[in-house]
């Protein structure tokens, strides 16, 4: 049960936005925003098991800068970020990818 906390408190916290936004106390984009947010926690717990092969061993650093890169979208488009900066966050997570790769093949080539 202990390496299912995490992931209990993730769908408690999805069902409080989910009740906050029923009763119209939470914002459309700020409830799909904090969804978006549990679930991407979820999966990064479900896929910590490196050393045990989890499902997400290799793809942790791609999601979490897909995930940057949405946030920074959601942000622009909600008005709490100016289009300098999503762009310089969109950027930054893509450059997270292809410092990922580059890792990824240096470890794999054979000397």
Do not use: H, N
């Amino acid at each position: 049960m202990s390496g299912y906390k995490t992931i209990i408190a993730a769908i408690l916290a999805m069902l409080g936005a989910l009740a906050a936004w029923l009763l119209g106390e939470l914002p459309g984009q700020q409830f799909f925003l904090s969804i978006w947010g549990c679930l991407i926690v979820i999966f990064a717990r479900m896929g910590l098991d490196l050393g045990k092969g989890g499902f997400l061993a290799g793809y942790k650093t791609v999601l979490t800068a897909i995930a940057g890169v949405i946030g920074a979208l959601g942000a622009y488009f909600s008005g709490q970020m100016g289009l300098q900066e999503m762009i310089i966050a969109v950027i930054t997570a893509i450059m997270a990818i292809f410092f990922r790769m580059g890792i990824f093949k240096v470890t794999q080539t054979k000397y």
